[in-house]
């Protein structure tokens, strides 16, 4: 294993040692009590795993036998911590389960195979026993996608590829790579970057998943403008199903009927478990400007963006962040800073060029060639200043660059004192994105208000576009609330259902790149239809007959 | 119906009214004739329908009657035009079938339905009455997809989509439009280019194919680098199926499991009929500009393309002649021309650079904004420059843009004088791009030899690259060859299988842009694998169980 996996949060996120920033600022907690409308916030640490009593295991001796003949004993993995690692992912309503010691869907044991016949052979003992096998890479899904459901079947196992993380072949010429799909972020762009290449796959949750999760959920990185989706670099997957091996793609594009990459982007573990995959690659950028500005409103910050997708505009990222998240960010740099006579003149000059409570921070990223980077910069500035907006250098940029992995951190402080934080996404055409942004930002604020524990409290939603196109862009929801202690997974599921029916309802995906998982289940009818369900089931029949594959999650049944 | 199909060749390409150019140009032909090592070229004309017996109707009259309810008669047709018309497609195999009156599979009807309930009611009596239903779009399939074939069914019709050709919605602030997918290429570019927009594809067959073709068969146009590939382009589809709508995509991207777009492209009728789509569209640009290069050899040539694709320059078209392919155009356009005294001390200068006849030509075309245009081709200037091109100036690219959908017309006044021609086309990364060349080209020659009506006869084999991508490009193989007359269906197999043979052996997909039809039906299950037409097989039987939709193409039984 690549890492050990006691260095990670088993019911939080990221490292064990990371130090929470926010932990200590008691400013910031009294300031988001006022926001919240709550006189203070109560402690609700997690409980620690030695108080939690874990189901014991479920798996027959024999079985368990099998397994470890199968893989060695060191590969069948039971111990507490290990089971409770994988009981779920890493969603809000995992998390609640995971820090009140619900751990009622844990895995009968976690296995460890090194090679696709050893997935495959796996999977056989799973079939002949009728034993449910759980798919997991990083294990950072935030939808649900691995909970160790044993659906009919009377155990279930967890099957880890995070021993298949080996980098089998790159082809400079080709500008592809293929490696085990367990290799993790990190590990990939290393032996890319050794030769000047690079994937440039970059989720918030670079550093703990996989490349076969990045596909397994359909996935964008943070610079999805220049390096695409999973479904833009996927050439090829190797999928180990219960009838066998799937091998797909290989070209650089075909015709020969419909692409079967794309029934494995998104299959998250229904379908089969991705063991090899191949991907395009980019050269290591020689240049990289990442920057900020700030606009008068959302209204003018989309115009920009869209303007730049569709003059084709070479940018890297576009991040836009709604007012609120604007607000929320320049307060929580500010605290406890003093205030200083630069600042104040700062202050003035933005509200004499109008820049008011409206205004929206967005930060642009350009990567490539100097003299494309160069180009690309020029041509968005003169579009945004066309749009009134304000350039305001790289300090911002760099910022964002250096936390752009440590948003999940933090939430496990806030849900130490009462505050729940939670995050959905969407995507949706340019011409119905504004009524959708209202809709499901005023859906969640009044479910918050109708859950919340007290009269008067209320929640913090604010929104940014991270991903656009030129025929749209997706909408990423955060959602700062006071939990109902004394219901928490009916209140995630009134905020829930208020948002996914304001989303759907108003013509954008149930998601745009964290996936389907057993969280947004009830919205997949609506938005495939009853033929596209039809026809997953269908395949989901042609690969796994006995239905062994991650029970209750992607196709409702 | 936009286009009266009296005015369509019915066996043979495009207009009627089309002047060959070529069929009066006796240089030509006794040029040819000593290329292809013949003695001389015979008559062999086509023959006229009204000497061609057509098979009677075999749909019982109660089931025309059905119809004829539905649809109005004048919708239901039966005389012999039309059945002749919609009997194959314009692959070379249906070419000698059409030409020598083999009419065996022709529709027993041709129904025009005007609106997606229309199809549906239609497919309806299609199954209650077991008539296998062929949809047809432009008719423009080279591979075989067309065909009238009743499977295990008693009689069949085509339902053709000519009527459903109206423009639903355009989008300007989306960028995306809907349409009907009957609708003709130039009618929906003009729909379009009246408000600034375009959708860019054109495939070489754009006069006569249909949107909804262009996504039947996953296609390609001429200016897929900027414009993309059907797969590109496609936001959704609305699929007739005889189990009911299946409406797919509709977002800018989503994360909600498998994309269901990509189960209609490529599925060439035979999972549903695809009646409504809605495109992804760019502005008009305001500058194109098309060029010619002359490179020493292929090699550099494609060295040249491969360094622009990994270099992000901003290409529309690149398109690579190798040597051969090079010659005959030069030859082809000097056929007949005084050579000037201009003309040799072009060729000294020529000859004095080191241009042979390993020279290779390339076509490129920039499209967008003048300042993006003049910038890509300044960075492809540099680049081909330094890879010792020549640059030939803009009269080459004109040359090809005036030309750009004349190609196909050249094969009905060889196809009259005893001359085979056809084409086929695959893709593969650069790594294994040249040998993939070579082993094909000499498969071709090879078996047009061994089938030759004589010895020492020959084929012409050229080859282009059309569609580059970073990780690699299609080849598009032209083969000329002497036909064998008495056994023309055996001879054409012969040199099919053996450049199929070498793709798949040597890592090419078997087609990039054509489609698998008929023609490529015996490669399918080497491409998909055993567990990937397990999976066509399980979304045909999900969306068409008793199987009526187009037997005998796509999915190997």
């Known amino acids: 294993m690549t890492i050990d996996h006691r260095a990670i949060r088993w019911n939080g996120w990221g490292w064990t040692a990371h130090k929470d920033q926010l932990a200590e600022n008691d400013l910031f907690w009294s300031w988001l009590a006022t926001e919240l409308g709550m006189p203070a916030l109560l402690a609700t640490p997690a409980r620690p795993l030695e108080s939690i009593t874990i189901p014991t295991s479920r798996l027959p001796a024999e079985h368990r036998a099998r397994f470890v003949a199968l893989l060695g004993a060191e590969r069948v993995r039971d111990d507490a911590y290990e089971r409770a690692y ?30 696709s016949d050893e997935v495959q052979a796996t999977l056989a003992v799973c079939g002949e026993c009728g034993i449910a096998a759980v ?39 080709s500008m592809t790579a293929t490696f085990e799909a367990g290799i993790l972020g990190p590990a990939l762009e290393k032996a890319l970057q050794a030769k000047g290449l690079t994937l440039g796959h970059h989720p918030q949750s670079f550093e703990f998943s996989t490349l076969g999760g990045w596909i397994a959920h359909r996935g964008a990185g943070q610079g999805s403008n220049r390096y695409g989706r999973a479904e833009d670099w996927l050439v090829g997957a190797k999928v180990i199903t219960p009838r066998g091996v799937l091998q797909t793609g290989g070209f650089p594009a075909s015709a020969t009927g419909p692409r079967l990459n794309d029934l494995v982007l998104g299959s998250e573990g229904v379908l089969g478990i991705i063991t090899e995959a191949t991907v395009r690659l980019h050269a290591l950028p020689a240049a990289s400007d990442y920057r900020g500005y700030l606009f008068k409103d959302f209204a003018s910050g ?77 041509r968005f500035d003169v579009l945004t200043k066309k749009l009134g907006a304000l350039a305001l250098g790289e300090s911002q940029g760099k910022r964002w660059k250096e936390g752009r992995f440590h948003g999940p951190y933090l939430r496990d402080p806030m849900m130490d004192r009462g505050v729940g934080v939670d ?68 209140q995630w599921r009134t905020i829930k259902r208020a948002a996914s029916d304001a989303i759907v309802k108003n013509g954008g995906t149930i998601s745009h790149h964290h996936g389907i998982g057993e969280d947004h289940l009830p919205w ?31 196709i409702p049944l």
């Not at 939808?143 to 995070?162: M, N, Q």
């Open 86 to 115: 994988h009981a779920l992912g890493r969603s809000y309503h995992d998390l609640i389960r995971l820090r009140t010691g619900d751990l009622s869907t844990v895995p009968d044991a976690v296995l460890l195979p090194r090679t």
């Open 135 to 173: 798919p997991y890479g990083g294990g950072t899904s935030v939808v649900g996608a691995l909970t160790a459901d044993p659906g009919r079947f009377k155990s279930v196992v967890t099957i880890s590829l995070s021993e298949m993380d080996r980098v089998i072949d790159i082809d400079a010429q």
């Open 423 to 490: 995050t959905l996404e969407t995507a949706i055409s340019w011409s119905k994105l504004d009524t959708l942004y209202i809709t499901v930002r005023d859906a969640i604020e009044a479910a918050i208000r109708e859950t919340a524990p007290r009269a008067g409290a209320r929640g913090l939603v604010s929104c940014h576009i991270s991903h656009s196109y030129t025929d749209g862009a997706s909408l990423y929801f955060t959602y700062i609330f006071p939990r109902a202690l004394d219901g928490e997974l009916a």
């Open 302 to 378: 989309v115009a920009a963006i869209r303007s730049a997708m569709i003059n084709g505009i070479d940018v890297t990222m576009l991040r836009l962040s709604d007012s609120i998240e604007t607000k929320f960010y320049r307060t929580f740099g500010a605290l406890g800073k003093k205030r200083t006579v630069r600042d104040r003149i700062s202050q003035l000059y933005l509200d004499s060029r109008g820049f008011d409570e409206k205004s929206c921070a967005l930060i642009a990223g350009f990567e490539g060639e100097s003299s494309a980077v160069k180009e690309a910069r020029h």
């Open 524 to 554: 997949m009818a609506v938005e495939k239809g009853s033929l596209g369900i039809d026809i997953l089931r269908a395949v989901k029949m042609a690969l796994d007959p006995k239905g062994i594959l991650n029970p209750g999650k992607l």
